[in-house]
Each structure stands twice: as structure tokens, then as C-alpha cells.
């Protein structure tokens, strides 16, 4: 039997397009794989030491804890997360408390583990980091 004459005029471009229509649907699922895996969220750790008015430091284990203090976040197995500084700021309450906020914490870790400078560490749930974590560190 011979050809339609609309299936021979047809087959270069129907296969040309398909072609072309492959190679941007295999373009597009990589560029989704690429971003899938490269993006991890991320939130804001806030927290906070209240400290004494009068010195804006407080006591941990032998050390002292002050606005010269540096925060440091740990995921559980040791990976280094974020940094911050303690700052000072009082409550409407007339407490004092130094405060951090630490962006870019990934978000996808089990737990972590603050360092308040070398003197203090404590784990910590990710929910309670990005709500504010009041650390208490006692001597």
C-alpha cells in the first residue's frame, strides 16, 4: 500500500518536534532535580541568656558568659550551622537578657547543639530554636 501523502509530508517535522519537545521535558526534570537536592530550608534561631543588670555577664562552668560571648549551632553529629553574637537588651519587665539570632540554620537536622563560647552547651530542638530558647546556665 502507498504512503498518504499527508504522513510523508508530516514525518521529518512530527519527528523533529518530538525530538526537540524530548530534550526540553529531560532539561526541565534535571533542573528540578538539581534545585530538589541543593535546597534545603532554612529558619531563624533566636535565643536568649538572662544576665545580671548591673555586669550584663552571668556564670557557666567556670566561665564567664557576656555580650563578647559568641553563639555557635551544631547539628547533632557536629556539623557547624551558624554563628551569632550575644546582644544586649532589656525586657519591659526591666530584665536583662543577651540575645541572638542566627539566620540560615537548615532546617532538615533531627536536633542541635548551642554553644554559648567555650563555657556552655546544650542540646536543643529545632521547633524551640525558632521560637526563642532561654538558656540558664548555671556554675
Not at 555577664?57 to 560571648?69: F, H, L, Q, R, V
Not at 547533632?76 to 526591666?94: D, I, M, N, V, Y
Request: proline residues 5%; glycine residues 10%; charged residues 15%.
Amino acid at each position: 500500500m502507498p504512503r498518504r501523502e499527508w504522513q510523508h509530508k508530516t514525518r521529518v517535522p512530527v519527528i523533529v518536534g518530538t525530538s526537540i519537545a524530548m530534550v526540553v521535558f529531560a532539561g526541565l526534570a534535571v533542573s528540578a532535580i538539581v534545585l530538589g537536592v541543593n535546597y534545603t530550608p532554612q529558619f531563624t534561631a533566636i535565643g536568649g541568656v538572662p544576665v545580671s543588670c548591673a555586669s550584663w555577664e552571668t556564670t557557666a562552668n567556670g566561665g564567664t558568659i557576656s555580650d563578647k560571648t559568641v553563639v555557635t549551632i551544631y547539628s547533632e553529629t557536629g556539623g557547624k550551622l551558624a554563628t551569632a553574637p550575644l546582644e544586649r537588651h532589656s525586657t519591659e519587665q526591666q530584665q536583662c537578657v543577651l540575645r541572638f539570632s542566627a539566620k540560615g540554620v537548615d532546617a532538615d537536622k533531627s536536633g542541635y547543639v548551642v554553644h554559648l563560647g567555650d563555657t556552655f552547651a546544650q542540646p536543643v530542638s529545632g521547633s524551640a530554636l525558632e521560637r526563642g530558647v532561654v538558656f540558664r546556665p548555671t556554675s
